[in-house]
């Protein structure tokens, strides 16, 4: 059974850094691009960052370039959004989805629970 569970979401102030976990199980990262998303209140879930099977990485959201990073632990099946130089625009829930292909398609067939990440001093 496919799964996958976000970790590491929590308050940090602005300026700071808080790195997600998306950890997989059912397929392996070599079968699947792994991608994060946020929704924040009163907002549309909107693609934040993909990365593919061979590890390349592709930004879908401009105003996170320069501050977060995507990494993946093939031997631990877990996937890694780092989040640096935070702000309170960056609150919101966070997911990861497994694309239905080994490259950043931009095509979905499951999805995580989310993890709240909140921005504010």
């Known amino acids: 059974q496919v799964q996958l569970v976000e970790s590491g979401g929590g308050l940090v102030q602005p300026g700071g850094s808080l790195r997600l976990s998306c950890a997989v199980s059912?397929?392996?990262?070599?079968?699947?691009?792994i991608a994060w998303f946020r929704q924040a209140p009163g907002k549309e879930r909107e693609g934040v960052l993909c990365i593919g099977n061979i590890g390349g990485s592709t930004y879908y959201l401009d105003s996170v370039k320069g501050r977060f990073t995507i990494s993946r632990d093939k031997s631990k099946n877990t996937v890694y959004l780092q989040m640096n130089s935070l702000k309170p625009e960056d609150t919101a829930v966070y997911y990861c989805?497994?694309?239905?292909?080994?490259?950043?398609?931009?095509?979905?067939?499951?999805w995580g629970q989310g993890t709240q990440v909140t921005v504010s001093s």
């Open positions: 989805a497994k694309d239905r292909t080994i490259w950043c398609s931009r095509s979905y067939d499951s």
């Open positions: 059912g397929f392996t990262l070599d079968a699947s691009a």
